[in-house]
């Protein structure tokens, strides 16, 4: 797999959350998210906070988009 992409970072109180954009990114989403969870136990375990914030991944908003879908049924 050879995509490119950024990485955005925003971080408020009690999260830092990294976003990955690029095209055709799916195959970092994975089936439901499932890749994607999977990505954000490793970096949580890895990128351990001293101050004790949640590791968040996100892949092209992807959270949002899926949070939006399941509101609409």
Known sequence: MN??????????ERYVT??????DLNDLIGRHGDTMLA???????VCKNEDGKKVILDVEGYRQKRRESLIEK
């Open 39 to 45: 990505l954000t136990q490793i970096m949580a375990t």
């Open 18 to 23: 990294y976003n990955i954009v690029g095209e």
């Open 3 to 12: 995509k490119e992409a950024t990485v955005e970072r925003d971080e408020d």
